[in-house]
């Protein structure tokens, strides 16, 4: 057994330990949230929740809020909240980026059409809200307001690269802190305040938070260009044929010859790339180390997580909060 299906492994039975009840409980308390009289809602709010997933996001609250010291229902409520609001976030991403696959299986839009995919998103959104005012509690409101404008920013931003086929390293880190790592970030800061650990530690769930989300887009984006496509559970290049440019790429266009610089730019300008167009790319990813790079980086970053937790004495809890960052740059490739 590889390194990465041990870890796999052993994070699986940590978290099921530590929180699997929580977890079980969140999952009821999604199928609660997307009951409704309305058919459509409940058709696709099925399909949604047995897709399933990471539940990285929830793991990540329950781990971060026994840390601080809380043991109560509202994780579970604010986990499913989370939950939810990512699912709209996904859904919505989905249809900008007209993806095809998700978690393996036709995303929704492909299964139901662009207007019932925004409008079940927005669903869900609100769903999300509404837990959020049931918990009452100002500052996990603004903690996850905050997030959600940073995260809205982040998607015209990367918009406006698209369109103008350009992005530079620093543009990219700006995109992904700001769109994946700055939710995970308020997960993980919920957690703590659900804790009402002091200000340091709070601080220290919220960094910890934003450097895991780097790493963990680092890594997806590296998936990109060398993963299993029924592994990864979408369309290998699909970065590439929605015109997104990641480390990976921008790293390899710094590096490469003229001619090879070239000859990617060239691959990309139609806007529509072909099969062999992705492989060709890829070939070149490879050649010039740039998923390495995007590696590399991802590792710094969860280096930088685990230093993270130092004001938190050892625990079960703080172990496998490490082991998270190790597992999120590790996943099978």
């Known amino acids: 057994m ?13 978290v099921g330990l530590l929180v699997g009840a929580d977890l079980r409980a969140i999952e009821e308390e999604i199928a609660s949230a997307l009951d409704s009289p309305v058919a459509l809602i409940q058709e696709m709010g099925g399909y949604i929740a047995s897709a399933g997933g990471k539940r990285l996001r929830p793991i990540l609250l329950l781990l971060a809020s026994r840390l601080a010291g809380y043991r109560g229902p509202r994780s579970t409520r604010l986990g499913c909240a989370v939950e939810l609001l990512h699912t709209a976030t996904l859904m919505h991403d989905d249809v900008v980026d007209q993806a095809s696959l998700r978690r393996g299986r036709p995303s929704a839009n492909a299964q139901w059409g662009d207007d019932a995919s925004i409008l079940v998103g927005d669903h869900l959104y609100s769903k999300s ?6 918990d009452n509690d100002r500052s996990i409101m603004e ?7 940073s995260m809205t920013e982040a998607e015209v931003f990367q918009l406006e690269h698209k369109r103008n086929g350009s992005a530079t390293e620093a543009d990219y880190l700006r995109i992904i802190t700001q769109k994946t790592a700055s939710f995970i970030s308020a997960c993980c800061r919920i957690g703590a305040l659900l804790g009402q650990a002091d200000a340091e530690r709070v601080d220290a769930l919220t960094r910890y938070g934003l450097d895991v989300g780097v790493a963990f887009q680092l890594s997806d984006d590296s998936l990109d260009f060398v993963a299993d496509q029924a592994r990864l559970g979408k369309a290998v290049g699909a970065d590439l044929r929605e015109g997104k440019r990641t480390l990976p790429l921008i790293a390899t266009l710094e590096r490469a010859s003229d001619g090879d610089r070239e000859r990617i730019l060239s691959i990309l300008a139609p806007h529509e790339l072909n099969d062999q167009g992705v492989e060709e790319i890829r070939r070149l990813v490879v050649k010039y180390d740039g998923v390495e790079y995007a590696l590399s980086r991802a590792r710094s970053y969860a280096r930088a997580a685990k230093e993270d937790l130092a004001p938190f004495p050892l625990s079960e809890e703080r172990e496998t909060l490490s082991l998270i960052a190790d597992y999120v740059v590790d996943r099978d490739r």
């Open 2 to 14: 590889g390194r990465t299906a041990t870890l796999e492994t052993l994070l699986k039975e940590r």
């Open 143 to 149: 903690t996850l307001a905050r997030a959600t404008v």
């Open 129 to 134: 809200f509404s837990i959020l005012v049931r």
